[in-house]
């Protein structure tokens, strides 16, 4: 199951990203047509794409590398990759057990 979620969630958080930076780039080049001052609009377009790095980053470095490990670190990864999962639990495509 394990490797099915991290799979779904590389996708998932790939996908985050290339909005991210697909909406930030649209948003930044003509902020007055969705009528934001454009410092917001580029304020709000590096958190989006900072956010959907951190996932991507978070499941890579730290939750990736300790499933499978023995003992503790191995239960909090699972645990982990759960909670980064679950926003995402009625998409279409989530893996269930």
Known sequence: MTDRLVTFLRAR?????????????????????????????ARHARFSVATAEVHLALLEDTVIPHLGAEGPASQTAEYQLRLLAAPYVEHKDYPHD
């Open 13 to 41: 958080f790939a996908e985050e990203l290339e909005k991210a930076r697909f909406a930030s780039g649209t948003v930044t080049q003509d902020p007055e047509r969705f009528g934001v001052a454009p410092e917001d609009a």
